[in-house]
């Protein structure tokens, strides 16, 4: 039964529908006027942005709907560009279709394997090749051929070696030391307890001798984030506790996520929260994840007040800052 | 013979006397390529190919890609004396005192957008209309890998300006290297030349942005078009079209003017988008210090899927034998990513595989007519776009008032809930959608005339459809499922037998479908009627 089904067949090419333009002259002319305006209006574009590099100022601002308040020297430039180039494109593509021979053209296609006489040919080639070459007569060439090929990748590998320097310690360590005071930044003014108000929050960095200069790599570690709250609002063990001062406590603001700067501080909740992937961390729980992906609380720092008051570290971070690797916990 | 064709000969007979390219030219110049809007797609990308090539090269001739510091001193008032790296303030350069330069600057970020897009949406086209078989399996993978590059030169190039965003993204890219188990460390520093940020990053990525990856781009993009060329393109299925022949115009005059045509479209239209619509707009966002972020840190939308599922990842880390494992960074950076390009550039053989297919294809498949790769796809479009919400879902719960949380719940239940489903949905609609095929072709189109009977019946009036239509519609073939023996003859077990069990099945779901409408039952229906 199921090789007497009939399938529908294929009614070939549909018979070609001439446009206007092939067959009425005045089309054709109309078409062909056409692709000339939108060339002349190309070069109008052109016009307008030597006009705007020449003549426009560069402080000229004015306000259009949408856009808001917009450059003339820059809108210039950009629209006579854009002008200049999609017209031509228009151009060139109406000319093609109104103008260009539209009957379709039918090429045959050819598999692309080879006769099998030329395959057969190419195999014994390259066995012929193979063997004349003798690799496999011959287990010593192709041994050591293998080893060396194999050593010489060590050089590229070797000579990148002073890309960089090994991490040591580096990860590890930060400029906080016991007695390092605790200043504003920006501005580089010590603090004392009373300049922060209950629910204030302040950045600070490791004071630095004057004429000393703090570089990035230096900010991308020693950055601290210094909260005030009430006293009795903490819930921490007595050590984490000793660690605060009248209600200030002080943690890393490199994210033990991925690193980014945890910069925005919630006083309804005392949160912390990451802008980058939105892990949020508990003020009054020693920064403890409460939410997002990072795994660990962010490292806090020991503080109290030196004699003459100012806030200080009583001692190094109590591990190490910013996102995690291998060796962090050795 | 007029004056013009004389020259012409001339040209000609110069170039063949002295390359013998005759017989090549006179073959190729008169090339077919079939004509439909979707094979534009690869082109556009091409185009914002040659548009990033161009502006690029102007931005370099201002931009300094160094990290040595300077004090500001150009004609952005807010800026003024501040302390930056001499990359971030050439590019304030570049957008404030060269003319022409941030137009030049907001072209090369949008021809970037553009270019990605192109990628991906000339990667659905291909993927959904099966343009990826035999023998097409090599570009294939060299899209997948252009895909691939696109990313990483992308995310490069944004990096290049040294701005408070920029500088965050790197430091992001820094601790993704440094969570890789075993030399995690080691890689960081040799990377940025010691600790984060340090002053060699942006010197060594622009190397790699202007000249390295170019380079490659054009190498695989020229292997990528001579196969399209040699291969000959393919065609969607219809009236005289088959697997041997290919139906469109020549490519001289008609396909030159039409692409050569459609470059100077892209670059307008790329051109007049630097022009109104403002990109990257680095002055608001000040020089990279590792110390402060902008709330709303936003990757490009090509980086943002990345961005979502880091976003999205448990709170996970080990500590085996003193060694940290930080799993809430490998496995949405590095692990699912690497999983989902593999099976991306793997595809093609896992289909053929599974339904052991070995033949050339050169006619396109309607998605419809292939309901299990559709819905594979439509699965994989599903995990991407729930990722790329949760790389902005800040910005989604503040616009739509929503708590944060609210949207990263969402995100990590939909992840897993959605795609499955989008699956089962996109497969049941291509049924559907074959079923009604079926129906139009045996049944005719509906034309809203009812008509009342002499009996007192209503019925509607049906017309048939054209040839040409009744072809489109039946035109596909319908694979049977593999039958490989999972028993010999005696009902043991055959060595083999639970691969080809997993095949019989996979081929089996793929060739799920309604059967197609056949001359014979239109015959049958008619003698009905």
Redesign the interface.
Known sequence: MSN???????????AHVHRRADTDPKAAARAERQVATLFILSALGTVLLVYS?LFVD?DIFFFIPV?GD?NA???G???G?????????????H???TL???E??????H??KSEDEDREDFVKTVKAGAAAAGLGRRPLIKRTLGAALGLSAISPVLL?GD?????GN??KTTSWKKGTRLVT?PGDRPLRPEDLEVGAVA?T?PAIAPGEHRS??D???D?VLLIRLRPEEFNLDAERLSWTYEGIIAFS??CS?????V??YEQQTKHL???????TFDVTRAAK?I??????PLPQLPITIDTEGYLVAQAPFNEPV????????? | MTARERIAGNVAGYVDDRTGAAKWMKKNLTKVFPDHWSFLLGEICLYSFVILLLSGTFLTFWFDPSMREVIYEGSYEPLKGLEMSAAYASTLDISFEVRGGLLMRQIHHWAALIFMVGIVVHLMRVYFTGAFRKPREFNWIIGVGLLTLGIVEGFLGYSLPDDLLSGTGIRIAEAIIQALPVVGSYLAFFAFGGAFPGVAFIPRIYTVHVLLLPAIFLALITVHLMLVWYQKHTQFPGPGRTEKNVVGYPLMPVYMAKAGGFFFIVFGVTAFLGAVASINPIWLYGPYTPGQVSAGSQPDWYMGWLDGLVRMAPPIETVTFGYTISWNILIPGLILPGIMFTALALYPFIESWANGDKREHHLLDRPRNAPTRTAIGAMALTFTLVTLLNGGNDIIATTFDLTINQMMWFSRIGVIVLPPLAYVITKRLCLSLQRADRDLVLHGRETGRLVRMPSGEFVEIHEPISAEKAWLLTSHEQLAPLELPEHDGGGVRRPGAIKNKIRNRISRSMATAVPKATQTERQELEGHH
């Open positions: 007497e089904i009939e399938l529908i067949k294929d009614p070939g090419l549909p590099y560069e856009l917009t020297h820059q809108l430039l950009g629209m560009m854009a002008i200049a180039l999609f017209c031509i494109g228009a151009g060139l593509i000319w093609a279709k260009m021979p539209d379709e053209v039918i090429a045959q296609r598999e692309f990148l890309l960089g320097p090994l991490p580096k990860l930044d950045q960095l990035l790599n900010i991308g570690k950055a603001k490199i996520h991925m690193g980014c700067a910069a925005l929260l990451c802008p980058c992937h939105q892990s994840v939410f997002g992906p990072s795994a660990r910013g996102p995690s690797f291998w060796e962090r916990s050795k």
